[in-house]
T-cell receptor, first 114, second 113 residues
Framework: GDSVTQMEGPVTLSEEAFLTINCTYT??????LFWYVQYPGEGLQLLLK???ADDKGSNKGFEATYRKETTSFHLEKGSVQVSDSAVYFC?????????????WGLGTSLAVNP | NAGVTQTPKFQVLKTGQSMTLQCAQD?????MYWYRQDPGMGLRLIYY???????DKGEVPNGYNVSRLNKREFSLRLESAAPSQTSVYFC????????????FGEGSWLTVV
């Protein structure tokens, strides 16, 4: 079945460092891919998404490119801030974008130190 | 800007007790969901309601019941709590069940002893 694999955390970085959180997937067909973020004490919120191969999602300085050839959707940010400390979840849905069948990664915790 | 509101935020139950988690959204969304989040397991869908008046099982429905009270409210009931139901529960909503952003509540931490 479909699955999502994220790099394990926690990831600890200094402010202004470059961030990469790896996400790879297995899926039949062409899923949509998402990154959600969970700040401390809050619910998850959509960070960015991509719906087809080579699409790049971007938001708040974060980017991720849908790579079909490597089945990856790695999250990157050029210069992290303390306020980026959160848990990041990669997820995929089927071609129809079926919310009932979202497949979630386990989450990667990021801590950014000043 | 309330969004999705769920209560209570924290609850400790004894095995066999019952309780209801309440959820309400003010975004006029048609679809609502209940998830549980466990270490090493990721998010798993318990039940969802595609639209007012309908509910369906998700991936892990056993031990739970739900009620879509109206378009705004979707409650999750544990009839006889078990330690295996210790988890963080998230309510969420979206415009529809396909291709729409899901909005989450802040979570409810439930411990069953």
């Amino acid at each position: 079945g479909d699955s999502v694999t994220q790099m394990e955390g926690p990831v600890t970085l200094s402010e202004e460092a470059f961030l990469t959180i790896n996400c790879t997937y297995t899926a039949t067909g062409y899923p949509s891919l998402f990154w959600y973020v969970q700040y401390p004490g809050e619910g998850l919120q959509l960070l960015l998404k991509a719906t087809k191969a080579d699409d790049k999602g971007s938001n708040k300085g974060f980017e991720a490119t849908y790579r079909k050839e490597t089945t990856s959707f790695h999250l990157e940010k050029g210069s992290v801030q303390v306020s980026d400390s959160a848990v990041y979840f990669c997820a995929l849905s089927d071609l129809a974008g079926n919310n009932r069948k979202l497949i979630w990664g386990l989450g990667t915790s990021l801590a950014v130190n000043p | 800007n309330a969004g999705v509101t769920q209560t209570p935020k924290f609850q400790v139950l004894k095995t066999g007790q019952s309780m209801t988690l309440q959820c309400a959204q003010d975004m006029n969304h048609n679809s609502m969901y209940w998830y549980r989040q466990d270490p090493g397991m990721g998010l798993r869908l318990i039940y969802y309601s595609a639209s007012e008046g309908t509910t369906d099982k998700g991936e892990v429905p056993n031990g739970y019941n739900v009620s879509r009270l109206n378009k705004r409210e979707f409650s999750l009931r544990l009839e006889s709590a078990a330690p295996s139901q210790t988890s963080v529960y998230f309510c969420a909503s979206s415009v529809g069940t396909s291709g729409n952003t899901i909005y989450f509540g802040e979570g409810s931490w439930l411990t069953v002893v």
